[in-house]
């Protein structure tokens, strides 16, 4: 499965922001990695701020070029808008859908806990970490994974963690997408608005 295996916290200095989450590399450095990265940087093009938006968004959902532009390409053939409607499908994936519920607390982490087929979608075993989850569907933790310490530690350690479009059982160790999120309730700092800007030139 291809996925970024490079160095985190480059990354998260790059757009000073913890897209992979904490990072003590971004406190004590809170300036571009590199050895220019203290001095004066010109000013940046608008190309290349809309490039960096993009950029940020495919590490923070773990998404690579040609999966993000299928994405993009999908979002802009539906009505509505269509900044939102990429975010709503990248929020929809079944391994950051995991990670929202707590079952991880790290997408990565997610999207192994998928791969390794430890979560179903509707009783089913689904181990495709882009899998679109769709409102009503239930994604849970499989009967013999539920004893995990890595899972347990997660939930147990996530449990103020709560989004309005999610509802969660603890007994059962699953939970329901209720409805697509709308942008407000989407806290990822992302600017998507760049985004459509730099995919409609």
């Avoid at 809309?50 to 968004?57: S, V």
């Amino acid at each position: 499965m291809a996925r970024y295996r490079g160095p985190k916290a480059k990354i998260a200095r790059r757009f000073n922001d913890p897209i992979f989450g904490h990072s003590k590399a971004l406190q004590k450095k809170a300036y571009p990695p590199g050895q220019h990265g203290r001095g004066r940087r010109r000013k940046q093009s608008e190309y290349a701020i809309q490039l960096m938006e993009k950029q940020k968004a495919k590490y923070t959902y773990g998404v690579l070029e040609r999966q993000f532009a299928n994405l993009f390409d999908k979002a802009s053939r539906k009505s509505g808008i269509t900044g939102e409607i990429l975010l709503q499908l990248l929020e929809s994936r079944l391994d950051n859908v995991v990670y929202r519920m707590g079952i991880s607390p790290t997408r990565r982490g997610a999207r192994q806990f998928v791969s390794h087929k430890h979560i179903t979608v509707n009783g089913e075993i689904v181990n495709i970490p882009s899998y679109s989850v769709k409102p009503g569907d239930v994604v849970g933790v499989r009967e013999k994974s539920k004893s995990l310490e890595a899972i347990t530690n997660s939930l147990a350690s996530n449990s103020a963690q709560k989004y309005n479009w999610i509802e969660w059982d603890k007994s059962e160790m699953n939970g329901k997408l209720i409805n697509l999120p709308v942008r407000e309730d989407i806290p990822e700092n992302i600017k998507e608005q760049l985004i459509v800007e730099l995919y409609s030139k």
